[in-house]
């Protein structure tokens, strides 16, 4: 027996130097272009793997990764072989592996061994799903229902039609899997779709048009691995089982079926932590909403988004993952109100509270207004009489007041121009400017300008320039 057991250590052991050298360069990139929506059936992957295996780490992350990308229709079962220090850790994986001769770690069979995969090498994985899935296969059809019945046992019932002309036989291959497996890779990262036990492994045959049933018990504390341990565990939520038809011609896999076990869902919780708070007042009229939510099962959350100036407000998004909404500037002095409509991927819903909140009062700046042209030069008078003036020489012909104006808020309605209190033109467009001709001058006066910018809400400023005039 000690030579035995020493044998098998050996031979574990050359297989996982066996599988480092195969994968040296390997890469992680998927092909992103597959026709798997025209794929005959959904393909079924066995990988044969071990946990004192280097390469077996990338390989369960890739196919991993494969997996939910979308890209490719297929289910898979890693079949855990070996320990961490290379001894026996399932037999039933042990005897899967034997019946197709894996001899390297990690190994893929898909389909029955209608294509496999030899170690780490994602850039084969894309085009070995894409040619099992494409193949002809056997008109069956199977559905498959798993039961949780409490204290670690479950129940599964198949059924099978033979939809073709001629009977069919076959063999139905169902494994137990946790989808977070208790057994974790050379690097200590957990595997997925990790192997426990067979539901089902067994012959089957179904006439023409014929129905195949069959169901099964099975309960956790009476299977384990070869370390002693049970699977009395096993939590429902983390339990898939996936099933391969495979062909008695060929082996191969006509169809592939997974069911998980299904809980009673609970609807989410009632969305809160309201921002703007609920009756708040005085709010920015540029705020952005957000809230909280959260769902007893975990389950992924989308929402509704109710908004408007009655308590009945309209929805205004659907279906939006993000916990935040821009409702676009809002009025000031307005009573507003909002709720949120919760929904989990199942299809359950909760409707939150009904919100409000008043934004805050316009509060209007006035505009501001500086005259550029004449150039405004030294004081000569005193500043708060005069502030400010220039002194021109030689004025020949005319000259143009031009003010540069500005208003946050509401904006400039328009700009007048004054000379010596009389107001001379208006101007609505930037830049503001007024033409004054020398039909206007005295020898040896001065000359008043003002200028008055509007806003739209009534506010006003005002600037002032002296211009004395000399032949």
Known sequence: MKNTNKIVYILSFLIFISSISINVGSTKILNENSPFMNYTHTVFAEVGTSQNCVPCDDWNDNIYNAYISGEYNFEYVEMIIFDHNGNTLNDAAVNWGNSYNIIAYPTTIIDGDYRRIFGNI??????KLDASGNRAVANI???MVVTWLGNAVIQVEIEIKNNGQTQYNGHIRASITEIISRYDTHYGNPYHFGFLDFAFNKDISINPGGTYTD?????GYEHGDKHGDNFGDIVPENIQVTMGIMNNNNGYVDE?????????????NEPGNPSPPNGGGNINIDEDFSWSCSDPDGDPLTYDVYFGTTNLPEKVSSNQSETTFDPGTLNHEIHYYWKIVAWDDKGASTEGPLWSFITKEKTNIAPTIDILKPNKGIYIFNKKILPRYILITKIIGSITIEANAFDEDSGIEKVEFYINNKIVGTDTTYPYSYFWTNGYFKIFHLYFIKVIAYDFDGKTSTDRVIVEKYL
């Open 122 to 127: 994602p850039s084969e994985l894309p085009s």
């Open 141 to 143: 059809q199977a559905s």
């Open 215 to 219: 169901s099964t018990l099975w309960n």
């Open 256 to 268: 592939t079926i997974a069911a998980r076990i299904a809980g009673e869902n609970n609807p989410p």
